[in-house]
């Protein structure tokens, strides 16, 4: 039987898993074979593309991240650091792709 928590370590191993691919996949496109087929939410063009798609899973990834220690929480003020941490570098991420999203 599958539990909670457990299904949320592997979808957070499944997220970190996609970054990876989508790394090595944006690397090989942008510096060897500039002409591969992809879907066009994942062409890459250049550099800053491939950064904007990383950010965007990196906010999931610590978002999933999250997840297993509200289920986990029992009450007290225990958690509240450590989601005020995570919510302030996910804010810092969105504005980062807010601001890089104006500049082009």
């Known amino acids: 039987m599958l539990y909670p928590?457990?299904?949320v370590e592997a979808i957070d191993v499944f997220l970190i898993?996609?970054?990876v691919y989508i790394t090595g996949l944006g690397l090989y496109a942008?510096?060897?074979e500039d002409s591969l087929s992809l879907?066009?939410?994942l062409e890459l063009h250049e550099l800053d593309d491939l950064e904007r798609n990383l950010v965007s899973l990196v906010i999931v990834v610590?978002?999933?991240l999250f997840l297993p220690q509200a289920m986990a929480w029992e009450g007290g003020h225990d958690i509240a650091g450590f989601g005020t941490a995570?919510?302030?570098i996910i804010a810092?991420?969105?504005f980062f792709l807010i601001r890089s999203g104006k500049q082009n």
């Open 5 to 7: 928590g457990r299904a």
């Open 17 to 19: 898993a996609i970054t």
């Open 30 to 32: 942008l510096f060897i």
């Open 39 to 41: 879907r066009r939410w």
């Open 62 to 64: 610590l978002a999933v």
């Open 86 to 88: 995570l919510a302030l």
């Open 92 to 94: 810092a991420l969105t």
